[in-house]
């Protein structure tokens, strides 16, 4: 019976892809593929005129159709619950959480191909699905792994770049001095400069991209050793996949801690487009700014303490929570540390979201994670305790839309659980992955041409003296 259930869910994951029964998973592994099939850039090739076709046919049929009502609140208030902007590769339910063109989370553990049996799926496999919209094979991925290695070689003027900052610069700044290194090689900006026409923009974005994916956990890697372990550098082992030897140059080798890496890099790589780093690298993609120019302006977003800097802010406050109360805290002394916090003025790190309003399958994917591999850790049974504290606090503060917690709640303690402790090092491990998101959609907003963003804005003014009409 459940073998039956499974094959339902499959049948209906492939209905839902637009696949044909061949193109998932197990059944494709046994037939013969062509060197294009195991080539990502062929794949877009062939899939690029159909979706062009299909957003010209989308504007001209529907291009005034109303998406609704633009309202003060949310000109005042970021934009939230505007719909204003074109992104392919995932999608966002406010309840039920991230999709991957399609697929959640747990799909994507159940279909993407992974390093072990029933392990955790490989990030080259969700680069591929965000990509095409197909879930790749395992022949297909190790091709990828083989693409991005033989990609990931990086200038000596990049290291010499991060060295020209003290080492007690913060993490963030230092990878992003390397990204900024990195744009030296742009193919995008050569290709401009030599005057390529708009519809070969897509060909060398999907070069940086790829390159960049790539060149990241070198670089990202370089600065956790120069500034953690005196410099003392791990050189790439490159019979590894792209997680595990990212895991392996940081100086973790532990397969666990591999595993996890797989899936911390999978899961952290695409929110849709609306979220600050997202929605930065498309708006100054759009400038038809290079990809590293793009990506390292969302990374900068990304080290807010409200976006990705949230998982640093974690693990610190959780430390502090043991340091001041002990390992043995009970629920009231944690009930009573909550609200000092926010007594302070700050927020409780890890909870709350500009979107969902439900707990964040990505917080509940590293929780499954935790109680298969470290359920006596006990920082984890703090993570756990907080789940049981902190939203009925939160509901009753009245004002927060979502007392349930996000992505950043989870993610440090694992990451420590396996000696991964700095924590100001752990937003750089989410723009390590967030490349590979952000890059996927750089390379599909080429490929459609789409056009400069510029949203109109207005002053206090106006909107009063609009106001005042409306209400005449
Ligand atoms: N602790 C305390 N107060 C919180 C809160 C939290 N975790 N989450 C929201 N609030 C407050 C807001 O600060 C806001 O207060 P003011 O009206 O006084 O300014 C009020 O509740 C309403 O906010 P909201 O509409 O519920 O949430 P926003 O969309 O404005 O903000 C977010 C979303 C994530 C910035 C916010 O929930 C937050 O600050 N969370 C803690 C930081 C965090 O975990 N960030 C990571 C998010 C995931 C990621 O991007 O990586």
Redesign the pocket.
Known sequence: MAFFRGLAAVSRLRSRMGQDATTLGGVRWLQMQSASDLDLRSQLQEMIPEQQDRLKKLKSEHGKVQLGNITVDMVLG?M?GMTGMLWETSLLDPEEGIRFRGLSIPECQKVLPAAVKDGEPLPEGLLWLLLTGKVPTKEQVDALSKELLARSNVPDYVYKAIDALPVTAHPMTQFTTGVMALQVDSEFQKAYDKGMPKTKFWEPTYEDCLNLIARLPQVASYVYRRIFKDGKIISADNTLDYAANFSHMLGFDDPKMLELMRLYITIHTD?EGG??SAHTGHLVGSALSDPYLSFAAALNGLAG????L??Q??LLWIKTVMEETGSNITTDQLKEYVWKT?KSG?????????VLRNTDPRYSCQREFALKYLPEDPLFQLVSKLYEVVPPI?TE?G????PWP????HSGVLLNHFGLSEARYYTVL?GVSRSIGIGSQLIWDRALGLPLERPKSVTMEWLENYCKKAAA
């Open positions: 970021g939230r929110h979220n600050v303490p409200l976006h990705g949230a998982n802010e974690v926010l700050k927020v409780v790190p890890g909870y709350g979201h500009g939160l503060l004002k927060v839309k979502n996000n992505v950043d709640a989410f």
